[in-house]
């Protein structure tokens, strides 16, 4: 390590959460940034339509920052590179499959024009600044051209798995570069930075492959129409739907703006092979028999506005699922989207449909790592320092407990927040304060618009309903110029209910002349009274 070197790792996001990865690592007055994700809503964030990292430390430093690199193309991986980058003009680095699905993005943003970006492979070293030299490593995961990265300073070489698994019988490329990582191990690892999201389950990852092998199977032995849910951006999982589906003579349509986005990206860079023939637009399927058709969907989650979710309850414009369909659902749940696949599930056997799903049979398989392969890498790397990142709490927690068995002291593992500096020197290694950090609501064009009272508003509107009292006030004679209206929504039905409207209606009056008569005729004070007044009636 240079001599009075410093290292500094800085989590923005992805650590105790399933989503928004993003870290800055920055030495000697320079910053690099690795992902830049995003992470879906939960059902108490109504109206929000993403949610992406606080970005507040390296905007505020934004003259140190000297780029980003990507590890892979999902989108708790790329989904704010736009954001960042309106405020951040850098080169990004990532691989050919990762950097079509950020270009889409950038136009959709009007900023692709004014973006450098560089296309690396696994292999490839690139000296990003005066103090950091990346090494792309190939690694196997859910989606093409996924790599892991040897970031190298002054300081010492810091290994970041990215997302990753071992698949000895990948669908596209070869199996991760073990070799690699051993040969970095034996030259000396400061610090590893491994995927902890399957630490709880034991042994292997299934192969890829394997999914292939059971659409097959499922593909054969049915004469239904066919809806496939699968993850937009896992496009080995769709190339295999497409293989089984022309091995089975039929074509193939597509539904959900993610869904063909990333097809048509895929296939223009060559990640997807499509014969000619096999796609037919969506508006076409009602031309063809069901035994001649299989539907790809987004939706595998439950979201509210995916294709499969308006399919199933008959909100969509082209189709709508039905008895004697198969529908099947290649993906098992995000932690927290159980009840609404559940809901879209419940609604689908309702319609009739037949549903095959990840608890069913083998029609999923993870793109992430067991036990026995996160050891695996621990083994080969040797690092002198392990943090565990890309998991809840319970998966880092596990995570720093089987590295503590693999050999490394407690004393230099570190279990980080989103937030936390992480000072690496001469010295050793400690974590010295922290940096702001959270979660910053992006609703519409509003970018951080929305935050916690605007929440609760929406929370109460959705959970209660309201009531709103219309008054006119004379400014002369400080007097009511007639009774007060009032307005409903979400709380009763008004015309079954008009002698508690008319109730309420006295109460507003009365309070509000009782105020004015007063000649306290602050609006606040007559406004105060009013509302206390009524809540006291309507609680009653």
């Given at each position: ?84 980058l ?20 950038l ?59 071992i ?12 070799a ?42 049915t ?10 951006s896992?496009v080995?999982r ?29 296939s ?25 058709l ?23 414009r ?17 932690p ?5 696949i ?36 621990m083994?080969?790397v040797?690092?002198k320092?392990f ?10 927690r ?108 006295d ?15 602050d ?18």
């Open positions: 390590m240079a001599k009075k070197s410093k290292l500094k790792i800085i989590p923005l996001g992805g650590l105790n959460e399933i989503g928004k990865n993003m870290t800055a690592f920055e030495f000697g007055g320079e910053i690099l940034v690795l992902d830049c994700g995003m992470a879906f809503p939960d059902d108490n964030m109504f109206g929000v339509d993403c949610v992406i990292p606080d970005m507040t430390y390296v905007l505020n430093n934004k003259d140190k920052v000297k780029g980003v690199v990507i590890t892979h193309g999902h989108e708790d991986h790329i989904g704010s590179i736009a954001y960042f309106r405020n951040i003009n850098v080169p990004v680095y990532g691989t050919r499959l990762a950097l079509g699905l950020i270009e889409q993005k136009k959709e943003h009007g900023i692709l024009s004014v973006t450098k970006l560089n296309r690396v492979k696994a292999g490839d070293s690139v000296q990003i600044s005066k103090n950091f030299n990346v090494e792309f490593i190939r690694v196997n995961h859910s989606i093409s051209d996924a790599v892991g990265m040897a970031i190298k300073t002054p300081a010492g070489t810091v290994v970041h798995t990215g997302d990753f698994k698949d000895c019988t990948p669908i596209e490329g070869s199996m991760i570069d073990l690699r990582f051993g040969e970095l191990g034996k030259r000396g690892v400061l610090a590893l930075m491994s995927d902890s999201t399957n630490v709880e389950r034991p042994g292997y990852t299934m192969s890829e492959r394997t999914v292939g092998e059971k659409f097959e199977t499922l593909f054969k032995g004469r239904s129409r066919i809806f496939v849910a699968t993850f937009a896992n080995d769709v190339q295999q739907i497409i293989n089984a589906a022309v091995r089975n003579r039929r074509k193939v349509a597509v539904s959900g703006r993610s869904m063909v986005n990333i097809i048509e990206v895929a223009t860079l060559g990640y997807l092979k499509i014969p000619e023939g096999t796609l037919i637009p969506i508006e076409d399927v009602k031309k063809y028999q069901n035994h001649q299989v539907i790809i969907t987004t939706g595998s989650q439950g979201e509210r506005m995916s294709a499969l979710t308006r399919m199933a309850f008959s909100d969509h082209m189709v709508e699922i039905g008895r004697g369909d198969l529908v099947i659902i290649s993906a098992s749940p995000i927290g989207n159980e009840k609404t559940s809901n879209v599930i419940n609604e689908l056997y309702r319609k009739g449909a037949e549903v095959i799903h990840s608890a069913l049979t083998e029609v999923h398989v993870s793109g992430h790592a067991c036990r026995e392969e996160l050891k695996i890498i083994g080969l040797k690092p320092y943090i565990p990142v890309h998991g809840e709490s319970r998966h880092l596990r995570h720093a407990i089987l590295a503590e068995e693999m050999g490394i002291s407690p004393k230099n593992i570190f279990k980080l927040e989103n937030g936390s500096v992480l000072e690496i020197s001469n010295d050793g290694a400690k974590i010295t304060g922290s940096v702001q950090a959270g979660e910053v609501l992006v609703d519409g064009y509003g970018v951080g618009d929305v935050g916690s009272i605007v929440l609760r508003d929406r929370q109460h509107l959705a959970e209660d309903g309201i009531i709103m009292v219309v008054m006119a006030i004379n400014k002369k004679t400080h007097r009511l110029a007639a009774e007060p209206e009032i307005i409903t929504r979400g709380f009763i039905y008004m015309r079954d209910n008009e002698s508690l409207m008319a109730q309420l209606r109460i507003a009056q009365r309070s509000a002349e009782d105020t004015l008569i007063s000649k306290n005729r609006w606040n004070t007559i406004k105060g009274n009013v509302k206390s007044a009524l809540g006291s009636a309507i609680y009653d």
